[in-house]
């Protein structure tokens, strides 16, 4: 089945401890991206990847890292969780880009709290 | 900078009521413009799409045409069923581009 697969799904931490988000496709896409769902906002990307060690940012960057070392998987890195860092996350990848109107596979969200 | 407004919900509706969400953009050129649905406690999905002006994106009932005069891309569905309830995201993304430009979001509740 294809998929998009972010663990874990609920992450409780505390301000400064370092975590990792995993996310991993099955459907050899190229582009891979992380998303940021506040109420009222909607989603707003974090960082984006078109290919294997290539990545940029998106919207909102700023306290996050990303590397894509293997096509499959795309992990987000919180070195210093902050509590506005409290958030519904979602990874998501494409075949092409979405500008030529190609849609995004999302995996089901992991839902941070940093206390 | 980009940006998508949406009506802010929530809309409660009678099942086999007529739904419209309304959705207006603001963008340089021409985005592409999707439809994306959120069930509880689940990832979203693509609804539908168009991706030039006057396209018509169209499943499961639901409709929205790309109007380029009006910058409007409002969804649209005849009859709403229960199974209907969610929340809708409009979004458009740049010519080109990799990112997903969302709205705020539009609950959708749907009544027996």
């Known amino acids: 089945e294809a998929q998009v697969t972010q663990n874990p799904r609920y992450l409780i931490t505390v301000t400064g401890k370092k975590l990792t988000v995993t996310c991993s496709q099955n459907?050899?896409?190229?582009?891979m991206s992380w998303y940021r769902q506040d109420p009222g906002l909607g989603l707003r990307q974090i960082y984006y990847s078109m290919n294997v060690e290539v990545t940029d940012k998106g919207d909102v960057p700023e306290g996050y890292k990303v590397s894509r070392k293997e096509k499959r998987n795309f992990p987000l890195i919180l070195e210093s969780p902050s509590p506005n860092q409290t958030s519904l996350y979602f990874c998501?990848?494409?075949?092409?880009?979405?500008?030529?109107?190609?849609?995004?596979?999302f995996g089901s969200g992991t839902q941070l709290s940093v206390l | 900078g980009d940006s998508v407004t949406q009506m802010e919900g929530p809309v409660t509706l009678s099942e086999e009521a007529f739904l419209t969400i309304n959705c207006t953009y603001t963008?340089?050129?021409?985005?592409?413009l999707f439809w994306y649905v959120q069930y509880p406690g689940e990832g979203l999905q693509l609804l539908l799409k168009a991706t030039k002006a006057d396209d018509k994106g169209s499943n499961k009932g639901f409709e929205a045409t790309y109007r380029k005069e009006t910058t409007s891309f409002h969804l649209e569905k005849g009859s709403v069923q229960v199974s209907d309830s969610a929340v809708y995201f409009c979004?458009?993304?740049?010519?080109?581009?990799?990112?997903?430009?969302f709205g705020g979001g539009t609950r959708l509740m749907v009544k027996p």
């Open positions: 979004a458009l993304s740049r010519n080109a581009g990799n990112m997903l430009t």
């Open positions: 998501a990848s494409s075949l092409s880009p979405t500008g030529v109107g190609e849609k995004l596979f």
């Open positions: 963008a340089t050129g021409y985005p592409s």
């Open positions: 459907m050899n896409h190229e582009y």
